[in-house]
């Protein structure tokens, strides 16, 4: 496994670009959340159901991304726990509140925010790291947090 530096390092590479940065902040979280809320609309084994904790596709998805998250950098993995726990409340939330199925909202924010982020590699004139390694679609959210780190001087 490459070390965190080394992949962030990487991802930066093909993110140069003040207005390709600038949609990656808003494109990256935001496609998190959908791929949260498309496996939270997975429908899950009642018998498997907590009452106490939602248990689900999204959050069994979510472990795993941690797991890789905490064998990255523990700090970061603890800001992307908090993070994804963001993530799993909104979830909840535009469920709750959405007069459409939660799929069919995830869906279309989905697509808006993959056609934002082409837009953001064209100005770039670089493809997305995903194309390379499938690993940096875990890496966005990484890159934005090690960013904010640095920004307030925190070591990851």
Do not use: C
């Not at 979510?62 to 950098?73: H, K, N």
């Not at 995830?106 to 995903?130: C, D, T, Y």
């Amino acid at each position: 496994m490459q070390n965190v530096d080394s992949l962030l390092n990487e991802y930066g590479e093909s993110h140069q670009n003040p207005w390709n940065k600038l949609i990656h902040w808003i494109a990256v979280p935001t496609i998190v959340w959908t791929v949260v809320a498309l496996l939270w609309s997975i429908p899950f084994p009642a018998a498997l159901q907590s009452e106490v904790v939602p248990i689900n596709w999204a959050t069994i998805a979510l472990v795993l991304a941690q797991i890789y998250y905490f064998r990255l950098s523990l700090k970061l993995g603890t800001g992307l726990l908090l993070y994804n726990v963001l993530m799993l409340w909104l979830t909840a939330l535009v469920e709750a509140a959405s007069p459409w199925p939660l799929w069919q909202v995830a869906i279309a924010v989905f697509v808006a925010a993959w056609i934002l982020q082409f837009i953001g590699h064209m100005i770039e004139g670089k493809r997305p790291s995903f194309f390379k390694d499938v690993q940096f679609l875990l890496i966005g959210p990484a890159w934005l947090l090690a960013f904010i780190y640095r920004s307030l001087g925190i070591a990851y």
